[in-house]
């Protein structure tokens, strides 16, 4: 699985965007870019993933460059509830009958300021 | 039922004594998980269970000994553990995949044991 490079802080204004972003140079064409966040003594969350296309779930965008080398990671409208770790995991897909490990790397601590 | 439960939520052992953490998910998924999270450090994978077979074992020290016992059920059993053991350990589980090669695996990740090894 490739690895993933982020800033290891960020703040943001409450009410503001959050823009989180990710490097990962070196993924393939077969690789997916997951986001998790883990709230402080929480398991981590699932919050979105993407393959080559910009995608959008109630949580958050996630927008993937054309050479998909890099990605961002949007919060619209962050609060205090989202102030947390932010993984961006790059893996392969899973074919049928396997399960595949998340490798997470160090995050973004995201602070969300009031 | 869409959740990840594990039990306890805290454990303080001593490091002559036996104990285990149960982790338990309803949600018909087959692969299921414990990663290991230090202070201040990202989750690290232990074990990977596929159709309750052990498919993965990250060279962990046999102090540490994984079971499943069905399909909603995980256990880590613990023996004559050290004081740097003590960690967050957490229980994660996924669906079986979709489409062949698809994304299907999101991890749904229980709140974590706190062990404490004095």
């Known amino acids: 699985d490739a690895k993933t490079t982020q800033p290891p802080s960020m703040d943001c204004a409450e009410g503001r965007a959050a823009n989180l972003p990710c490097n990962h140079s070196?993924?393939?064409?077969?690789?997916?870019v997951y986001w998790y966040r883990q709230i402080h003594s929480q398991g981590p969350q699932y919050i979105i993933h993407?393959?080559?296309n910009n995608e959008t779930n109630e949580m958050a965008s996630l927008i993937i460059t054309e050479d998909r080398k890099s990605s961002t990671l949007i919060l619209p409208h962050a609060t205090l509830r989202d102030t947390a770790v932010y993984y961006c995991?790059?893996?392969?897909?899973?074919?049928?009958?396997?399960?595949?490990?998340?490798?997470f790397g160090s995050g973004t601590q995201l602070t969300v300021l009031p | 039922d869409t959740e990840v439960t594990q039990t306890p939520k805290h454990l303080v052992m001593g490091m002559t004594n036996k104990k285990s953490l149960k982790c338990e998910q309803h949600m018909g998924h087959r692969a299921m998980y414990w990663y290991k999270q230090k202070a201040k450090k990202p989750p690290e994978l232990m074990f990977v269970?596929?159709?309750?077979?052990?498919?993965i074992n990250e060279s962990v020290p046999s102090r540490f000994s994984p079971e499943c016992p069905n399909s909603s059920l995980l256990n880590l059993h613990l023996h004559a553990l050290q004081p740097e053991d003590s960690a967050l350990y957490l229980c994660?589980?996924?669906?079986?995949?979709?489409?062949?090669?698809?994304?299907?695996?999101?991890?749904?990740f229980g709140p974590g044991t706190r062990l404490t090894v004095l």
């Open positions: 994660a589980s996924s669906p079986p995949p979709g489409l062949a090669g698809g994304p299907y695996n999101e991890q749904f």
């Open positions: 993407g393959l080559k």
């Open positions: 070196t993924i393939s064409g077969n690789e997916y």
């Open positions: 995991i790059v893996r392969f897909g899973v074919s049928s009958g396997s399960a595949r490990q998340l490798t």
């Open positions: 269970y596929s159709y309750e077979k052990l498919s």
